[in-house]
């Protein structure tokens, strides 16, 4: 009777025990479950950066640069340009309410005073979007933009960065010589011309213009002044399929 009632009491604790412990690796397996739960849900630093980057874009407050109606193709379509006031780089462009996607943002022009055209720039048969800027402070600064449309969408077509950097064009004087480097272009080219060692070159005004199926970009080289031209620096942009933008197709100095 006694070894019955010990073998039952045995087996009661037994159980009791297998019980707690099982009860206690299933809490410990919750924890775990909800740590890694923890650290996946978790943002990261950038999340977070960009979070709070996209909240302020959405709470940013735009004035419209340009409202018209353009040409598109044969038909009138709505063109609105914004700007967030304190971040020019965060420019908003649309047309008939749909948005265009922007690789780059004209800084120096601004979105003012666009003029847009319709040419095949490819050669893919299709007629893309040629956006030209006039800006400065008398207009005569320029820049150009090209866009395809994929999908109902308007998408802008690459050029070269260094194309629109402020050191693009450097030029110095050395005994009756002009020097001029261009970015990207390991060739220095010459301008013959006799001044005064107290007067300099400098690079004045640049033209942009769509010719055929190449993008050209002119820049005035001046003498002292920008209205004493000098030279003229033409740098030609072809579209690469391969690299689905314009490339650098030659540059010349006259």
């Known amino acids: 009777m006694r070894k019955i009632l010990m073998t039952c009491l045995l087996a009661g604790l037994f159980l009791t025990g297998c019980g707690a412990s099982a009860s206690k690796n299933e ?23 960009k979070s709070d980057a996209t909240k302020k874009k959405e709470t940013a407050k735009y004035t419209t640069t340009y409202k018209d109606n353009i040409l598109v193709d044969g038909t009138k379509q709505k063109m609105i340009i914004r700007q967030n006031k304190k ?31 319709m040419a095949d720039v490819t050669g893919d048969g299709k007629k893309e979007m040629i956006m030209a800027l006039r800006g400065g402070a008398s207009g005569s600064a320029s820049d150009i933009q090209v866009f395809r449309k994929s999908d109902g969408v308007w998408t802008e077509i690459p050029t070269p960065d260094t194309l629109w950097r402020d050191d693009d064009i450097s030029v110095s004087y050395h005994a009756g010589k002009v020097e001029i480097s261009v970015l990207g272009n390991d060739k220095t080219y010459t301008i013959t011309h006799k001044g005064k060692d107290s007067e300099t070159p400098l690079v004045g005004i640049r033209t942009c213009k769509q010719k055929n199926d190449m993008l050209l970009v002119q820049d005035v080289i001046g003498w002292n002044t920008a209205n004493n031209k000098i030279g003229l620096v033409t740098q030609k942009l072809q579209y690469d399929k391969k690299s689905d933008s314009f490339i650098d197709h030659s540059t010349y100095v006259r």
Do not use: C, F, W
Not at 27 to 49: F, R, W
Not at 105 to 111: E, Q
């Open 87 to 117: 971040d020019i780089t965060d420019t908003k462009i649309s047309i008939n309410n749909k948005q265009v996607v922007l690789k780059r943002v004209s800084i120096g022009t601004g979105y003012a005073h666009p003029t847009v055209s």
């Open 27 to 49: 809490q410990q397996t919750n924890e775990v479950a909800d740590h890694e739960q923890n650290a996946t849900s978790a943002p990261t630093a950038t999340e977070m950066k």
